[in-house]
């Protein structure tokens, strides 16, 4: 049976660097590792999910999720990430798209999937990406398998990294989304952050 949803590929090749360096996935929120809870709010969005990463390794083994290294060598920033997952399921045959999540937001809406699907139903199915109060979230988008050969030129032969960049230069369109608390696309990118995101986490308890 051939999927009827986009793949879910979220992004962990990060260098975490103010966060003092390591696996920001891995970091915990409330008992549990950060990429625990973007699975867990988007496995029932999207599938199969995928774990894209800089290269092989064991860090994400107990997650239950494929792990795509990076198709070049050497960190090259998350355009490289994009183009390894959608080149992957492109090979399977999986062409109903995949939705981009980083590893770090923990607070993922539950209709970020059927919002981004929505806004691209027309005949060129262009990209599309949230912005949040005016600031597009390129990490959070949903891109087609008819969009590979663009991305493979920039990242192969342009030596593109960056998603926003790319994005830009493709067809799109961008859903504004309304603000909330949590804040639906919130980051965790510092010590500062982490701790936000448990605050917040204890907020929604009661």
Same mark, same amino acid.
């Given at each position: 049976?051939?999927?009827?949803?986009?793949?879910?590929?979220?992004?962990?090749?990060?260098?975490?660097?103010?966060?003092?360096?390591?696996?920001?996935?891995?970091?915990?929120?409330?008992?549990?590792?950060?990429?625990?809870?973007?699975?867990?709010?988007?496995?029932?969005?999207?599938?199969?999910?995928?774990?894209?990463?800089?290269?092989?390794?064991?860090?994400? =083994?107990?997650?239950?999720?494929?792990?795509?290294?990076?198709?070049?060598?050497?960190?090259?920033?998350?355009?490289?990430?994009?183009?390894?997952?959608?080149?992957?399921?492109?090979?399977?045959?999986? =062409?109903?798209?995949?939705?981009?999540?980083?590893? =770090?937001?923990?607070?993922?809406?539950?209709?970020?999937?059927?919002?981004?699907?929505?806004?691209?139903?027309?005949?060129?199915?262009?990209?599309? +990406?949230?912005?949040?109060?005016?600031?597009?979230?390129?990490?959070?988008?949903?891109?087609?398998?008819?969009?590979?050969?663009?991305?493979?030129?920039?990242?192969?032969?342009?030596?593109?990294?960056?998603?926003?960049?790319?994005?830009?230069?493709?067809?799109?369109?961008?859903?504004?989304?309304?603000?909330?608390?949590?804040?639906?696309?919130?980051?965790?990118?510092?010590?500062?952050?982490?701790?936000?995101?448990? +605050?917040?986490? =204890?907020?929604?308890?009661?």
């Amino acid at each position: 049976m051939k999927p009827d949803r986009p793949a879910g590929v979220i992004l962990a090749g990060g260098r975490s660097s103010r966060m003092g360096g390591g696996r920001k996935a891995l970091l915990e929120l409330d008992g549990r590792p950060l990429l625990a809870h973007v699975r867990a709010r988007l496995e029932t969005q999207a599938g199969p999910l995928l774990i894209s990463c800089e290269a092989a390794n064991g860090d994400f =083994d107990g997650f239950g999720m494929e792990c795509v290294p990076d198709l070049l060598p050497g960190y090259r920033g998350p355009l490289t990430g994009l183009y390894s997952a959608l080149q992957l399921l492109v090979d399977r045959g999986h =062409d109903t798209g995949l939705v981009l999540c980083p590893c =770090d937001a923990p607070f993922i809406p539950p209709d970020l999937v059927q919002t981004l699907c929505a806004a691209s139903r027309d005949k060129i199915r262009p990209v599309v +990406a949230v912005a949040a109060q005016g600031v597009l979230q390129p990490t959070f988008s949903l891109w087609q398998a008819h969009h590979l050969p663009v991305i493979r030129a920039a990242v192969v032969e342009q030596g593109m990294g960056g998603l926003k960049q790319a994005l830009l230069s493709m067809p799109h369109s961008i859903v504004e989304w309304q603000a909330a608390e949590p804040p639906p696309f919130f980051n965790v990118n510092t010590p500062e952050d982490l701790e936000t995101a448990a +605050a917040w986490v =204890d907020r929604m308890r009661t």
